[in-house]
């Protein structure tokens, strides 16, 4: 299950107290300070790992806090410090303090470290306070003390390919048909509720991660549909594969579906809406044989095709020439 939202509570540990102390030894009367300092508490750190594909684990354990630094002792010993709480995020996570608003950082690497409650450091021993006009010191400080936030985590799938639109134009059956991904496919439209990832294998030295985005309708720039809420997550795909559905069950035209698609993208996002698209007619099994190349060629004329790609989800015709189109795009 992908859920690309969280909210989670981190809270750094505290700094370790400064010891005061003074070294006691038998014939030794004037010792002198030995209070050690305390330890450092430990930082909240987000670490982007490519192995976790969602941020439902934060969603079940919202808190995460680091451990406190140990006071100093005497001797000159260091308290230890806290332990580091580290929690893996996937990739393409935006972080954004919940107080401020301030985004913090785009998690979109390998092993990008954000270190978002810092712990406090540990205070001084009376060692520390030695001099030559103050031998015997009595002070010492307190360690820092904690930092804590509430953080906003919002998830941007970084993919290859992002399949959309027309709410049942065949995208979760396509890329059930490229790739081991199960979306849910039914004869009725928003049967996709959330984005899927695809791997599709082209052969062993080439694969594509493929995005199954929530139908798009019209208004969904403004919030209308499923679609809105999951626009962003096209923003991160190389490409777009805009798949038209030649022979939609309520009867519209599959030109002006395209076009009312295109129209959401321009409304929503400039920069998404001039990514590098492919065009394939799905669904072609469908069409009657003898009006299948007319039907096609009409299509292709009015949204001026080149080349025209068609294929079928349903019974995997064309699906090579289309997944080659991909590479092509996406690699050049």
């Known amino acids: 299950m992908l859920v690309d939202r969280a909210r989670i509570f981190v809270r750094s540990g505290k700094g370790g107290d400064g010891c005061m102390s003074f070294r006691r030894e038998k014939y030794i009367p004037k010792g002198g300070p030995n209070g050690g300092d305390g330890g450092d508490g430990g930082d909240v750190i987000l670490v982007g790992d490519g192995s976790v594909g969602t941020l439902l684990p934060l969603t079940h354990r919202p808190h995460y806090r680091a451990g406190h630094g140990i006071q100093g002792k005497g001797s000159q010993m260091h308290g230890a410090n806290g332990e580091n709480k580290v929690v893996k995020v996937p990739l393409g996570t935006l972080v954004t303090d919940e107080h401020t608003g301030m985004l913090l950082a785009d998690i979109s690497e390998e092993g990008q470290v954000l270190i978002v409650a810092n712990g406090g450091k540990g205070g001084w021993g009376n060692e520390h306070f030695k001099s030559a006009t103050n031998q015997a010191p009595r002070e010492t400080t307190n360690g820092e003390p904690i930092e804590e ?60 991660i493929v995005a199954d985005i929530p139908g798009l309708i019209e208004g969904a720039a403004d919030g209308a549909g499923l679609g809105h809420r999951f626009l962003k997550h096209i923003e991160r795909t190389g490409a777009l594969l805009h798949l038209i559905d030649v022979m939609p069950v309520d009867g519209s035209d599959p030109v002006s579906n395209y076009r009312a698609i295109r129209e959401e993208l321009e409304r929503y996002s400039k ?62």
Request: aromatic share 2%; glycine share 4%.
């Open 271 to 332: 920069e998404l809406a001039s990514k590098d698209e492919i065009v394939v007619l799905n669904k072609v099994d469908l069409l009657m044989p003898d009006e299948r190349d007319e039907t096609i060629a009409l299509i292709a004329a009015e949204l001026k095709l080149d080349p025209v790609i068609t294929c079928s989800g349903a019974t995997r015709e064309g699906i090579r020439e289309v997944l080659e189109q991909a590479w092509t795009l996406t690699k050049k």
């Open 149 to 208: 936030h509430i953080l906003r985590l919002e998830l941007k799938l970084i993919a290859d390919i992002g399949l959309v639109g027309l709410p049942n134009a065949g995208k979760s059956t396509l890329l059930s048909s490229i790739s081991a991904a199960t979306p849910k496919v039914a004869d009725y439209p928003f049967t996709t509720l959330q984005p899927h990832l695809g791997i599709a294998e082209l052969d062993v030295n080439r694969r594509l």
